[in-house]
């Protein structure tokens, strides 16, 4: 069989490619220069220390973040309850920005045996599922299906509670909205 020439050549400049660079990649320096070294006082980094410390207590605690997704979550319920889908929205929007807050600001927790429970690899698949169901339930201005939907996810909050050995932060479908200064009915 005769060889194809277009394709031996396009082989050849892919052989002499490859050595190039793996030829070039071995005359790199192994080690990249160290930066100039910034030179910070104990006295400064005594504050520095000091001033971290003073911002840390100032931050909201991951109850605090958790409380807001209650709210959010709730007043969603409310929301879709009177098919005023763009409330159902915005508070579908809020509660996953306040998971993902309260998953920063204490992103691996401890559970009773001691075991280390790393909250975001918890969140990411919920997001992917429950939680983008609810969007989805809210999208389609589907009740059924977002009755539904909100149900499973109080199930998948509850279960990140049990894995933070936190059972006794059970779930159930609001009876009455977290904000009452809201009017839950769609504009007009
Ligand atoms: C990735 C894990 C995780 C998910 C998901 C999660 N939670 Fe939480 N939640 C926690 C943890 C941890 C606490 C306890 C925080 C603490 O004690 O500082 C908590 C606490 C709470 C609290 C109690 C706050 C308080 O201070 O009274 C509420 C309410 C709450 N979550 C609601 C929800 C709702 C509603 C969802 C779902 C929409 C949800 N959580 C999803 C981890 C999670």
């Given at each position: 069989m005769k060889p194809n020439r277009p394709y031996l050549i396009l082989l050849g400049l892919a052989i002499a490619a490859f050595v190039w660079r793996v030829g070039n990649h071995a005359a790199e320096p192994a080690i990249t220069k160290p930066s100039p070294a910034v030179q910070v006082s104990a006295d400064e980094l005594t504050a520095l220390r000091a001033e971290i410390e003073r911002l840390k207590g100032l931050a909201p605690s991951q109850s605090h973040a958790m409380a807001d997704v209650g709210y959010h979550f709730a007043n969603c319920w409310f929301a879709a309850d009177k098919k005023n889908w763009p409330l159902a929205q915005f508070n579908w929007e809020e509660t996953r920005a306040h998971l993902r807050w309260a998953v920063r600001i204490i992103p691996v927790r401890k559970d009773p045996q001691g075991n280390a429970v790393r909250l975001e690899e918890i969140l990411s698949p919920i997001e992917k599922t429950s939680l983008q169901q609810v969007g989805d339930a809210i999208k389609a201005q589907d009740r059924t299906q977002f009755i539904e939907a909100y149900k499973q996810m109080l199930d998948s909050c509850y279960a990140c509670h049990l894995a933070s050995?936190?059972?006794?932060l059970r779930l159930r479908i609001p009876e009455h909205p977290a904000a009452p200064i809201i009017n839950y009915d769609p504009a007009p």
């Open positions: 050995g936190k059972p006794y």
